[in-house]
């Protein structure tokens, strides 16, 4: 690797590893999962169990034997000054625990998120489901891909949009006022409630057109569907439809924003009219 862009042969070779470095991760999330554990909470009241730090541990541990010269940001991590950050062209971003309430409520809806950025934009993204070892990865330039255990990896794609019928990916734990209007301005529409990253990745794979978050976020929850939805052929915007960016701010918040399967409708047509 060089100081230049990492070319997508750069990018294919990391994918095996950062894919066996999530599993890894989410087989002590299973093991924690399998048995009692307790639960903390954050001061943002998000809860923390030792299953994201279990986690955490074997993903910075990992992926710095894997690239020891880049730097890993985590959900779990010291908080870092972006004075520090701005420094980085190039570092891991990782949720190493994605949907924490949905391992709480023990519905299997939960991922490990493992993503790279470069220049401010995800170019390798690897999501796993600890639960059922399912994996959604991609690179830059190199296509998307889902692949259950055992199986050969399937090349995914979004779906074309039909406004007659827009299904929708909805959060299973962070419903609120402003989407319920945003769904009554699109029409009919069927919603699919769902946890974590997997929203995105109903998106990706052609079973969602849309997932509309209108609520709190940070980059680690985004990063790598973000770049699994845009390898498979769908955008991932803030509500004014401009791309998201990533280690630009102090701040490590997203904004609202959608994930669209169809890169040419602005859904920003259908929101409340702001206050």
């Not at 419903?175 to 209007?181: E, F, K, M, R």
């Not at 794979?205 to 790598?224: I, V």
């Not at 439809?241 to 490590?252: G, I």
């Not at 890169?263 to 047509?269: I, V």
Request: charged share 25%; net charge negative; aromatic share 6%.
């Amino acid at each position: 690797m060089t100081t230049d862009k990492m070319t997508e042969g750069d990018l294919q070779k990391l994918i095996g590893p950062v894919v066996e470095i999530a599993r890894i991760a989410g087989a002590k999330i299973v093991e924690i999962y399998t048995r009692e554990f307790s639960v903390e909470h954050k001061e943002d009241k998000s809860p923390l169990t030792e299953a994201d730090m279990a986690a955490h541990h074997a993903i910075v541990e990992g992926l710095s034997r894997l690239t020891p010269v880049l730097p890993v940001l985590s959900e779990e991590s010291a908080a870092l000054p972006f004075s520090e950050r701005a420094a980085w062209r190039r570092y891991w971003l990782v949720d190493p625990l994605d949907g924490t309430r949905e391992f709480v409520k023990r519905n299997g809806e939960f991922t490990v998120n493992i993503a790279l950025i470069e220049d401010h934009v995800p170019v390798l993204g690897v999501i796993l489901v600890p639960v059922t070892g399912l994996c959604y990865y991609a690179s830059r330039a190199g296509g998307a891909f889902r692949v259950e255990p055992g199986r050969t990896p399937a090349r995914i794609r979004v779906r074309p949009l039909d406004l007659s019928h827009v299904i929708v990916a909805g959060s299973r734990s962070h419903a609120g006022g402003s989407l319920t209007v945003f769904l009554e301005n699109i029409g009919s529409h069927e919603l699919i409630s769902m946890g974590s990253s997997l929203k995105s990745c109903l998106v990706a794979e052609g079973r969602a057109d849309l997932y509309p978050r209108l609520g709190p976020t940070s980059e680690w929850d985004t990063a790598a569907a973000h770049c699994i939805v845009e390898e498979a052929g769908g955008r991932v915007t803030d509500t004014a439809m401009r791309p998201l960016r990533y280690n630009t701010k102090e701040s490590l918040l997203n904004p609202d924003f959608f994930v669209s399967g169809d890169p040419g409708l602005d859904w920003s047509r259908y929101l409340p009219p702001a206050e």
